[in-house]
């Protein structure tokens, strides 16, 4: 009853002891199955994580192939199909960095007004704490995180502050060691890029039906233009009535329509009295 857990525990130790020297030896299956041999003398192994056995290798004679989803120091993009960087120089990567182990200077065209590239970039990987903050809120996927992790110099500094030139790698590179994540983006790309196409062709569209409309609802026959005889004639009617206006002013013609409308003021107030006295008498 007493000691068994320590048993237990030894038993297991016992297992692993066993299980590594068996995996040392055998040939098939072999811990060194799907490796790759560098010069003779190195191997990049890919051992999966379910594999039993030994699970140490002999570094740096020996290397693991890293998963997809390493992260290392951040790096910079270049776009080689238009031939520029990704990067448009703002600062969002900085902002969300928490060591605050990133700089940029944004370049600028001949008569000093900025354009959107870096002229320097700078990272500390001496602070870098492999976050992957910069990659994550990089609105245009110009930085992404790097699978290289053998960086021992002497001297900390200048060795380890990365300068754009260092950072920046093709987008092949990138394709390479992120190949799901790569394809993921391209596809998003893609359909927005596709869903804006059709935004841009839906608005044409209906501009072209607008315009189409219009034209329709336009009379065939547009307005001739008056001649000057047609002009003068409609000054001279125009003058004719306004005189008479003037005259029909002048001989009383004012107050007679003042009293017209005084009268129908009258009757439009007797209405009135007699439907107040009628709902009176009603209730």
Not at 23 to 36: E, L
Not at 42 to 70: A, C, D, S, W
Request: contains cysteine; glycine residues 4%.
């Amino acid at each position: 009853m007493f000691g068994s857990g320590l048993l237990k525990g030894l038993g297991v130790t016992m297992k692993h002891f066993v299980d590594t020297f068996v995996d040392d030896f055998q040939k098939v299956p072999s811990r060194y199955a799907n490796s790759q041999d560098i010069d003779g003398k190195r191997k990049i192994m890919h051992q999966p994580q379910n594999q039993e056995g030994l699970l140490t290798i002999q570094y740096p004679e020996e290397k693991r192939i890293v998963p997809e989803r390493f992260r290392y120091i951040p790096m910079l993009l270049w776009d080689t199909d238009k031939d520029e960087d990704r990067c448009t120089a703002c600062g969002i990567c900085a902002k969300v960095c928490p060591p605050q182990c990133i700089w940029i200077v944004r370049d600028s065209d001949a008569a000093g007004k900025p354009v959107t590239r870096p002229a320097e970039f700078y990272i500390d990987a001496s602070i870098c704490m492999s976050c992957g903050f910069c990659a994550e809120f990089c609105p245009f996927d110009a930085i992404k995180m790097n699978h290289d992790h053998e960086l021992a110099v002497y001297d900390r500094y200048p060795q380890l502050v990365y300068d754009k030139t260092e950072l920046t790698v093709p987008i092949e590179y990138y394709a390479a060691l992120w190949p799901n994540q790569y394809q993921a983006e391209e596809t998003r790309r893609r359909e927005d890029e596709e869903a804006k196409q059709a935004k841009a062709e839906a608005k044409a569209a209906a501009a072209k039906a607008k315009a189409a409309a219009a034209a329709s609802d336009k009379p065939a026959a547009e307005k001739k233009a008056r001649t000057p005889e047609e002009m003068e004639e409609m000054k001279q009617k125009a003058r004719e009535k306004a005189a008479a206006a003037k005259a029909k002013a002048a001989d009383g013609g004012g107050d007679a329509e003042a009293e017209a409308k005084k009268a129908r003021m009258e009757e439009l107030k007797r209405k009135a009295q007699e439907k107040a006295k009628q709902r009176k008498a009603e209730q």
